[in-house]
């Protein structure tokens, strides 16, 4: 008989396992992000949104000539059919809108008539952002948004989510931080995109998949729960209290902590300047900052845990006006463009992802009738 060979054990949660090479993008513990070889602040303080789009796709910055056309293709295949939204509106008022989300992008699976991968991938890149904009509205009845022609993509998502009017650099502002949001090699999501493309799934398939693991407040649901906190603890005085009783709670501290930054994340370091220097422009209130900093200075000195990203997209989108329980739409939005390039790459030279176990139950049990147990 032949005997199973030992399976080599991976540490829990894979960590610091690699299961892929891959050319997109990599982060590293000294608080290093690189986009296909640029450094992130490079691509985050100079490129576009579609800029950043096409070169995590295809591996390179665009030429005049080939953005126009990519960007053209984002806005032509935006229209979501109305079946969607109606599927949409028939979770009910109460629907969390990742639930919304993946169901409408399940449903394009048989909706959606583009014949190609290649369209495919295109029409959930264009049709993400409107979904999660209206993630929230067409569950409760409210008419959807539509993108409108002309706009830019981080600008036409913006003025679905909110109808407040942005200054140019809140907008350019929001544009980053889609852009901090739309890459980060083999995090949950992307890992799970992985996991069904090399099935051969469809890519909605493997869209819908990702959208599932972003939910977790371990990974994307972290910068609404973020934001709760922030509105729950309220007065920059409040912070050291809040951290010694989630402490003495056992609780963790959303927005902190990371696999792989241990020292800073630098979306994270973008972001807080982003949001310092926003607040600063107004010229208003800027409690907002001031806590987020207080929090963060306290739970290093305690914890020597730094903030993440969505420690600090949160308060951005809360002061461009955005409702919380869209933070994680949004960053399903951006983060699409990211699982598609793993779902091509994971093509590119595939093998079926099917790991082993080690068995640690019992053996050898005999069946026993229902009346005997
Ligand atoms: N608050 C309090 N303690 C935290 C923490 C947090 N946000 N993040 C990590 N820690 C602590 C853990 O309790 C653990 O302590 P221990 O060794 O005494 O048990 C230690 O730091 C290691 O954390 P662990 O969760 O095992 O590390 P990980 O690599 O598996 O975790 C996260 C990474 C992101 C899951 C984790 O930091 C976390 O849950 N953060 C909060 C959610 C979040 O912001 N997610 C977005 C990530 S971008």
């Known amino acids: 008989m032949k005997e199973d060979p030992e399976p080599l054990r991976a540490p829990k949660g894979l960590a610091g396992v690699s299961v892929a090479d891959t050319r997109i993008s990599k982060s590293g513990a000294d608080g290093s992000l690189i986009y296909r070889g640029y450094p992130i602040s490079e691509i985050a303080n100079n490129a576009g949104f579609e800029e950043t789009a096409y070169l995590i796709l295809r591996g390179r910055l665009p030429s005049k000539g080939e953005l126009e056309p990519f960007s053209a293709a984002l806005t032509a295949k935006s229209r979501v059919e109305e079946e969607v939204f109606t599927l949409m509106r028939g979770l009910g008022r109460d629907a969390d809108p990742i639930d919304a989300i993946r169901t409408a992008v399940s449903s394009l699976g048989s909706i959606d008539r583009e014949p190609t991968r290649e369209e495919q991938e295109a029409s959930l890149e264009s ?7 209206n993630s929230l509205r067409v569950p409760k009845g409210e008419a959807p948004r539509k993108p409108k022609a002309g706009l830019r993509f981080s600008d036409n998502l913006l003025q679905m989510l909110t109808t407040k009017v942005a200054s140019d650099y809140e907008r350019w502002v929001f544009e980053r931080v889609l852009i901090l949001y739309m890459e980060h090699d083999m995090n949950a999501s992307s890992f799970t995109v992985r996991v069904v493309a090399s099935t051969l799934a469809d890519p909605y398939a493997a869209a819908a998949a990702g959208l599932a693991s972003l939910k977790g407040p371990l990974h994307g649901g972290a910068n609404e729960a973020a934001m709760r906190m922030f509105l729950e603890i309220g007065d920059p005085e409040r912070a050291p209290q809040f951290l010694a009783n989630a402490f003495r709670d056992g609780k963790k501290v959303m927005g902190f902590g990371h696999r792989v930054y241990k020292e800073f994340d630098p979306r994270a370091r973008l972001c807080k300047e982003y949001l310092r220097e926003l607040l600063k422009r107004r010229g208003g209130d800027d409690r907002l900052y001031r806590l987020a900093d207080t929090l963060e200075k306290e739970m290093w000195e305690k914890k020597r845990i730094p903030p993440n990203l969505d420690y600090y997209a949160a308060p951005i989108f809360y002061e461009l006006g955005i409702e919380v329980p869209l933070y994680t739409p949004i960053f399903a939005a951006s983060r ?11 093509l ?21 009738r229902m009346e005997d147990r």
């Not at 049709?127 to 904009?133: D, E, G, H, T």
């Not at 699982?339 to 994971?346: R, V």
């Open 127 to 133: 049709k993400m952002s409107v979904i999660a904009a």
């Open 336 to 346: 699409v463009f990211g699982w598609m390039a793993h779902y091509d790459e994971q």
């Open 348 to 368: 590119v030279d595939n093998k079926l992802i099917r790991p082993d176990s080690v068995y640690v139950g019992p053996m050898g049990l005999k069946y026993k």
